[in-house]
């Protein structure tokens, strides 16, 4: 048995001994709360964590904004979706040296747990407080547990397993944590621009222990219909509603069109390989009167090789001939803006990233791994795109919703908290510590 098998197998015992370090540090960061906009509490908590696990190097920063906006990765950000404005929630980078003579690896992601505010119905059907961070029948429970924070815990976990054991790594560790990824990844973007990449990198979103090598690139719509507000009971109004509806199914039938048209070889097992879907319908304050205007909200998920502006081109003129059948919308056109987006991007499955997490995968797990695309957008798309940092999407199962096969069947019953599987979650850790082993080297290996 070779030295640097000896130091796997030697780490894996220790971390299989000391599961409860793993959960104690993910509960920490459950606890934190951390909806979408909270960036200036969850980062400068994770930033003394990292000082306490020995970082070299901790910078916690805000982007330079005027360098960002003027970017053409930049993702703009409507004042709805967030309180910070994009380009403007902080970050914090942290570095890990390692001896000298091996590859960098850089786990990165967000800290943040999306959805600044849940709707009443949902917040009613919970059983558990979000931060709570709530241990039961395997799993932990907790706004932010499986996107991303096991994730995130998992990276620091293995590292401090392996610095516990004594073994030194030759390449250097670093760790990327931002707070908007949910609103474009405008703080990923910025990471790269402050010049923070490595040989390799690791975003540990949740993928169900999927190796992902490529990651999806929504686009996030807002449509504004606009109608004549008026007094229900005189009937002079023109309803907006009515004419959102026409738009709305025009939408639908591009959704079902994507569905069957976009195709790409890491995606097609997938249920749907480029998702479209609403996500918001409002209109009107008051039950007597006609709203004067609908917003509809959504995205649409696109593949990689795919033409981001020729996919809005196609959506948009799905709205212009709803227009042209209707005497109103013609005289009163729906208003388009893009908001958030983020680039469908894909690694070479071929390269050494994705075939040493491979490897590892049927060394830990004693099985063949599951290697597909990612349909959510992500990080990756800022870190492979703009930083040429090769990487995968790979992180723990949970749910309420997972990721699953075509051939799979959905739970019909999922429950509404969020949560993390345990067995998943030290399974990832021990993955990752396993990988950091093999791609960053050993003293002595």
Request: charged letters at 20%; glycine letters at 12%; proline letters at 6%.
């Amino acid at each position: 048995m070779d030295y640097k098998t000896v130091m796997e197998n030697k780490v894996v015992e220790y971390l299989d001994a000391s599961t409860s370090i793993a959960i104690d540090l993910l509960r920490r960061l459950v606890r934190i709360p951390s909806a979408e906009g909270t960036g200036e509490v969850i980062i400068p908590a994770v930033a003394k964590l990292m000082r306490e696990l020995g970082a070299d190097m901790v910078d916690e920063f805000l982007p330079d904004i005027e360098e960002l906006r003027s970017h053409p990765g930049y993702s703009p950000v409507h004042p709805e979706h967030s309180s910070t404005a994009g380009g403007e929630a902080p970050v914090v980078v942290g570095r890990f040296d390692g001896l000298g003579g091996g590859r960098s690896l850089m786990f990165y992601g967000h800290m943040t747990s999306g959805t600044p505010a849940w709707e009443p119905a949902v917040v009613a059907k919970m059983r558990f407080d979000p931060w709570g961070a709530v241990v039961q029948d395997g799993r932990l429970y907790g706004r932010g547990a499986y996107n991303m924070k096991a994730g995130n815990a998992a990276g620091l976990v293995a590292l401090q397993a392996i610095r516990s054991v004594g073994i030194r790594l030759r390449g250097d560790v670093l760790f990327g944590f931002n707070s908007d990824e949910d609103v474009g990844s405008n703080g990923a973007l910025a990471t790269v621009l402050r010049g923070y990449t490595a040989d390799a990198g690791i975003n540990p979103e949740p993928t169900s222990l999927w190796i992902c090598p490529s990651t999806g690139g929504p686009m996030w719509f807002r449509l504004e219909v606009v109608g004549r507000s008026a007094f229900g009971g005189w009937e002079v109004g023109v309803n907006a509603i009515d004419k959102a509806i026409l738009v709305y199914e025009a939408i639908k039938e591009y959704a079902g069109y994507r569905k069957e048209e976009a195709h790409h070889p890491l995606y097609d097992g997938l249920v749907n390989a480029a998702p479209l879907g609403v996500g918001v319908f409002r209109a009107g304050n008051w039950p007597s009167n006609t709203p004067e205007v609908v917003i509809i909200e959504g995205r649409i998920g696109c593949l990689p090789g795919e033409d981001l502006e020729t996919i809005r081109s196609e959506f948009e003129g799905r709205i212009a001939r709803v227009e042209s059948k209707d005497a109103w919308l013609r005289e009163h056109p729906v208003k388009v803006i893009w908001t958030a987006r983020w680039e469908p991007v894909m690694t070479d499955p071929t390269h050494p990233i994705v075939q040493t997490a491979c490897d590892v995968y049927r060394s830990v797990v004693g099985e063949e791994p599951t290697v597909s695309g990612k349909t959510a957008g992500n990080d990756m798309t800022k870190f492979t795109l703009y930083g040429g940092m090769p990487s995968i999407n790979w992180g723990a199962g949970g749910g309420p919703f997972g990721h699953r096969k075509a051939s799979e069947t959905v739970d019909s019953n999922p429950g509404f908290d969020e949560y993390v599987s345990l067995d998943s979650f030290h399974t990832l850790v021990k993955l990752f510590a396993v990988t950091l082993i093999r791609w960053c080297d050993v003293d002595g290996g």
